[in-house]
């Protein structure tokens, strides 16, 4: 996932940590490069679960998740906020989806797990373990319906 290959027709180039670290800079451009690879959902225009109406829009709100936006219902009696993490391998985790990435780009490159903890500034042992367990399980069940 975090190493993008760019075919042109010459050549092959792989994205590079710089290329990460400037993509990760705004979260709409990051937010933005992941729906269009479909990791994360685009529920522009779709339809609302909670009150059916199909106007959910993409908004900034701090207040909602740190990710700094998530999907709105612009229905004014509805206002049903959404994750824009919902269903996506970003779920469930309480690093922001730039660490997420970030760590990815570092795992798939086979950086120790110390080394990755300070360079992002993570806390918990337990929580890089459990990342690098979950890279190794997506590959494993990839190679698996392959």
């Known amino acids: 996932m975090a190493v993008a290959v760019c075919e042109t027709r010459t050549k092959?180039?792989?994205?590079?940590?710089?290329?990460?670290a400037i993509l990760c800079q705004r979260n709409e451009t990051l937010h933005g490069w992941l729906?269009?690879?479909?990791?994360?959902?685009?529920?522009?225009?779709g339809r609302?679960?909670?009150?059916?109406?199909?106007n959910v829009k993409l908004?900034?709100?701090?207040?909602?998740?740190?990710?700094?936006?998530c999907w709105?219902?612009?229905n004014k009696s509805c206002n049903k906020k959404i994750s824009i993490r919902r269903d996506s391998f970003f779920s469930n985790?309480?690093?922001?989806?730039d660490k997420i990435l970030k760590l990815t780009y570092m795992w798939v490159w086979k950086l120790p797990e110390y080394y990755v903890k300070i360079q992002l500034k993570i806390g918990s042992e337990e929580t890089m373990?459990?990342?690098?367990?979950?890279?190794?399980?997506?590959?494993?069940?990839s190679l698996e319906e392959w």
């Open 12 to 20: 092959i180039s792989y994205m590079v940590y710089d290329d990460v």
């Open 35 to 45: 729906r269009d690879r479909g990791l994360l959902a685009d529920l522009n225009g």
């Open 48 to 54: 609302c679960k909670k009150c059916e109406c199909g």
């Open 59 to 69: 908004r900034k709100d701090i207040s909602f998740s740190k990710d700094g936006c």
């Open 72 to 74: 709105r219902c612009n």
């Open 93 to 97: 985790s309480a690093l922001t989806i």
């Open 129 to 141: 373990v459990d990342w690098y367990s979950f890279c190794r399980e997506v590959c494993l069940c």
